[in-house]
Structure formats: structure tokens, C-alpha cells
């Protein structure tokens, strides 16, 4: 039984948290009776399962298909930089269901594991080309915020933040109604 052993950097040089992450992909990766990047045996497995469905082989795949998709991302979190973990949860979790819903449709059972492989790509293209418009507030422009001295209550802080952001996501989309004038209500 060999887990996912392959990382883009010596784990001595990764942050606490993703040394976790990747110790606790492993032991999930270790349940698997063959290599995670054996796409043969997946492939083998995928259309053993599709042929006649059973529990054991619904829960390699489906421990498979999870255990690959969790590397993916936490390979290219790694090797990027400026990704929050809270987006690493989501993204998995999107990419997860995505599979799930689609995987039925599958023309060709014997390519299930490239078919993984392409649908965790292109989701991640788009993920990371949406992300280039969502704006967030870095640490800088918060304390900046902070700084301001026209007596802003802290409820009223909140919803100028609020504003703004809702303000700039519909700029970036496009969207007209999103991005129409702020209504803005300061003091009490």
C-alpha cells in the first residue's frame, strides 16, 4: 500500500499547517491498496465498479478521487502563493462535488482518472482567474481604514467595509446592479 509520497518542497520548509495536511493525506492515501498516481489500477477499479457496483470498490474510488483531488490543490497552493486555506477547503470541496454530480456521465470508464485530472485543471484555472477580480482588504488597506478620522462609529466601519467590497465585486463582474451607488448612512 503506497500513500502519495511525491511533494514539490522538503516538508521541513512547509509552513506547520500544511505539514498536517500533507501527513494526513497520507495516511488517508496509505488505505489505498495501490499508488495514487497508479492511473491503471484507478481506471481498473472505476470500471470494475461501474460494471458491478459494490461498496468496497465505491469507497476506493470515491477515497481515490478525494485523496487526488486534496493533492492537486495542495501541490499548487504550495508551489503559489497568497492562497488562504479556507479557499484550499472550498476549492476541494467544489471540484469534489463537480466530480460527483458528473461522474455518471462518463463516456469512457477506462479514462476515469485523466478525466479527474482535467476536471481538477480546468477548475482550477477558472478559480484562480476569478479570484483575480474578487477584491479583498489586505492588512494594509484595513489599518488604513483604521486611520481615518472623520468619526466613523464601529457599526457604521462595518458597513462601509460591507459597501465597498460589495461595491468593487460588482465593478469587477459587470454587473450593473451590484455596482450602482453606495448608499452610505454615517454616524447614528
Known sequence: MNGCRRYPLSPRTLPMSLK???QS??????????HLDDTSEVNEVYCSYRERPHPSTSYLIELWTYCYIRRYYLVKFISESGFRSAELDQVVERTYQKIERSRQQLER???YAQWVSVVCKNTYLNFVTRRKYVTTLDCESAETIDQLEIGISEDSGALF???????SRGKASGNPQLSGVIPLRFGR
Open 20 to 22: 498536517i495536511e500533507l
Open 161 to 167: 467595509l460591507a459597501a465597498i467590497t460589495f461595491y
Open 25 to 34: 493525506l497520507d495516511a488517508l492515501a496509505s488505505q489505498l491498496p495501490f
Open 109 to 111: 470508464n477506462d479514462r
